[in-house]
């Protein structure tokens, strides 16, 4: 087996590289998203089962409203153009992160792909949207309570929203920065 079997990215620096470029901020997030589509290529062809990108954290809302409605378009439009080849390049996707907040266009197109790919095999990528890794503690602990678990490790990792996922083998953060940012808290341990 590949020692790096779950490659987990932080892609962070998208706003500054583009304003050094002298371009928008949103241009850097459009360039971010076609790296992704190279990251996800190489990583099939390493052979790495399980890639984890934080895209959208649950502190990013914070950000100015028109910079936030173009994220989240983008990702739509991504979808919308390109759920076929994603199909046909067997790629499983699956969101991870509180989706209630998001709006129904995204919410839609989201289940879409997840369940067109739900059986794909050659990866499978987690896009973390609308995440933060201390909701997504409280959350699995309220689910224990509901569901009136014992409080162990594994009742606790099977409450989280990467329960069907190995923990990363190795964290990545782009843009220089050395932060978490909420991000895989637990999972990184
Ligand atoms: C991308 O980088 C991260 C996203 C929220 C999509 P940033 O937008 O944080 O870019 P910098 O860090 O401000 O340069
Ligand atoms: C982390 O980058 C979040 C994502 C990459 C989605 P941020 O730019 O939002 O994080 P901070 O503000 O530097 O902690
Ligand atoms: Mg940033």
């Known amino acids: 087996m590949n020692p790096v079997d779950h490659v987990a990215i932080i892609m962070d620096g998208n706003g500054r590289w583009a304003l050094n470029r002298r371009k928008s901020r949103n241009y850097g997030h459009q360039q971010g ?12 062809k390493k052979k790495i089962s399980y890639l ?7 502190e990013n809302w914070k950000r100015p409203r028109k910079e936030v409605n173009f994220l989240f378009k983008l990702l739509e439009n991504y979808f919308k ?3 076929l080849k994603v199909i046909r390049n067997g790629i499983k996707v699956k969101i991870i992160g509180n989706k209630s ?3 129904s266009n995204l919410r839609k197109i989201i289940k879409l792909a997840e369940n067109k790919t739900k059986k794909n095999k050659k990866i499978s990528v987690q896009l973390a949207l609308n995440y933060g890794s201390k909701n997504e503690i409280i959350n699995s602990l309220k689910n224990i309570i509901k569901k009136k678990q014992k409080i162990t490790t594994k009742n606790f990792e099977q409450n989280l929203y990467t329960a069907d996922f190995p ?7 782009t843009g220089g920065k050395k932060r978490l940012s909420n991000f895989l808290l637990w999972q990184m341990a």
């Open 167 to 173: 923990d990363p083998d190795i964290l990545i953060r």
């Open 101 to 103: 907040k998001l709006a």
């Open 81 to 83: 153009k390109n759920l």
């Open 33 to 44: 998203l076609r790296t992704i589509e190279k990251i996800v290529d190489y990583s099939i």
């Open 52 to 58: 984890t990108l934080f895209t959208f954290s649950s």
